[in-house]
């Protein structure tokens, strides 16, 4: 079936600089995504989200970059601090405006900022 | 605004038996979804209610049901229960379009 999946499952960065997780999905239809981070012990967090008719979305330190040509994701996290460590999830969302919708999540990827 | 919640939060049960789970949404979210979180599987999504109806379905087995009430609080309940579903789970509430909101989740141990 279908499927969002993640590149790395771990990624390390040095404190103050900048973090790059990546996502592949391979549903053609898919038209929303999102990202979450998920801290241990608790549920996913909502960061950023994207529609497939942008490339480019910025939020608070975060930047989320679609190409749809190759099925690809992108999350970039500036100037990554402690509090960044958690595991990232990409998710796309099949179905259209006010239809039944679901969630496809990525395996993750651990992001762990080091001192 | 508060966010979603769930209750419990931590739960241990036996095979065979059966468990309930409760998720209150956002207020004036009348979306919620469940999904089953585990190390092996990952996040997955059960099922999806909207204004007390299911709109969609995960591909999960008959003995995960679901339902929303009026308010649209949400339960899912898993009948006999059995090891493999010791899991994490998650209710999701959103408007009913795009961005779901997670909550902290319950601790589902099975024994």
């Known amino acids: 079936g279908e499927s969002v999946g993640l590149h790395l499952p771990t990624l390390s960065v040095q404190e103050g600089d900048n973090s790059i997780i990546n996502c592949a999905y391979s549903?053609?239809?898919?038209?929303?995504f999102i990202w979450y981070k998920q801290e241990s012990g608790k549920g996913p967090q909502f960061i950023i989200d994207?529609?497939?008719?942008?490339d480019k979305r910025q939020g608070q330190r975060v930047t989320v970059l679609l190409n749809k040509t190759v099925k690809h994701l992108s999350l970039q996290i500036a100037a990554t601090q402690p509090g960044d460590s958690a595991v990232y999830f990409c998710?796309?969302?099949?179905?259209?405006?006010?239809?039944?919708?679901?969630?496809?999540f990525g395996s993750g990827t651990q992001l762990t900022v080091l001192p | 605004k508060a966010g979603v919640t769930q209750t419990p939060r931590y739960l241990i049960k036996t095979r065979g038996q059966q468990v309930t789970l409760s998720c209150s949404p956002i207020?004036?979210?009348?979306?919620v979804s469940w999904y089953q979180q585990t190390p092996g599987q990952g996040l997955q999504f059960l099922f999806e209610y909207f204004s007390e109806t299911q709109r969609n379905k995960g591909n999960f087995p008959g003995r995960f049901s679901g339902r929303q009430f009026s308010n649209s609080r949400s339960e899912m309940n898993v009948s006999t229960l059995e090891l493999g579903d010791s899991a994490l789970y998650l209710c999701?509430?959103?408007?009913?379009?795009?961005?779901?909101?997670f909550g902290p989740g319950t601790r589902l141990l099975v024994l």
């Open positions: 994207i529609r497939s008719n942008m």
């Open positions: 207020s004036g979210h009348r979306s």
């Open positions: 549903n053609s239809a898919s038209d929303y």
């Open positions: 998710a796309e969302n099949v179905g259209s405006s006010g239809s039944a919708r679901q969630l496809t």
């Open positions: 999701a509430s959103s408007t009913g379009e795009e961005t779901q909101y």
